[in-house]
């Protein structure tokens, strides 16, 4: 499993970080999201695009991009999802209508929250679907979702300590992709900033 978390902190720092740059300083929010086969290797990715329409979450982004090509209908429940953040209600259900079977996020909806000063996907769960703390059923008929960072936690200790040095690089990143959103947040129009 060490190859499959290394391949996937490698889509972030080489796609995922740098394609959200772009996307950021058009007043879109950090989101992005990617679907990889079972070799991880890249179906298809997408960042945010709220400024075009607020239901393009990096998510719907990526899932529209890889609905294009029809054959992919019938691939779902061989790939794996991958998305930048905790995907939201609207994403986990745009998700599970797709097929999926897995979904690995990196950031949990607390750090969106407190780290991101983006707290609507905790809000929206509360008060549209009476969920607190975000508790939605992770293990469900549908799928199964995972934290990539709890589950880089259960790998051998040597294995953990060289993937903590690319898990370094990219809470960093984001710390920056972060702070440019939220200095170019003022001029959007996203209803949910
Ligand atoms: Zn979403």
Not at 13 to 38: M, R
Not at 89 to 115: M, V
Request: include cysteine; proline fraction near 3%.
């Amino acid at each position: 499993m060490y190859k499959f978390y290394d391949q996937l902190l490698n889509l972030f720092l080489v796609k995922l970080i740098p394609q959200s740059k772009k996307s950021i300083k058009k007043g879109n929010k950090i989101f992005s999201g990617a679907i990889i086969n079972k070799k991880n290797q890249i179906i298809t990715l997408g960042t945010n695009n709220e400024t075009l329409n607020p239901l393009f979450h990096g998510e719907i982004v990526t899932l529209n991009q890889y609905f294009k090509n029809k054959y992919n209908y019938r691939n779902t429940k061989d790939y794996i999802f991958i998305s930048s953040h905790e995907p939201c209600s609207l994403c986990l259900s745009a998700i599970t209508w797709s097929g999926f079977k897995k979904i690995y996020y990196f950031f949990p909806y607390s750090d969106t929250k407190n780290k991101f000063k983006i707290p609507h996907d905790l809000k929206i769960l509360k008060e549209v679907f009476k969920i607190s703390d975000g508790n939605y059923n992770k293990s469900n008929k549908y799928w199964n979702s995972y934290s990539i960072l709890d589950e880089i936690k259960k790998l051998k200790n040597d294995e953990i300590i060289k993937l903590e040095k690319k898990i370094k690089i990219i809470n960093k990143e984001y710390k920056y992709l972060s702070k440019l959103y939220q200095d170019n947040k003022k001029i959007n129009i996203i209803p949910l900033k």
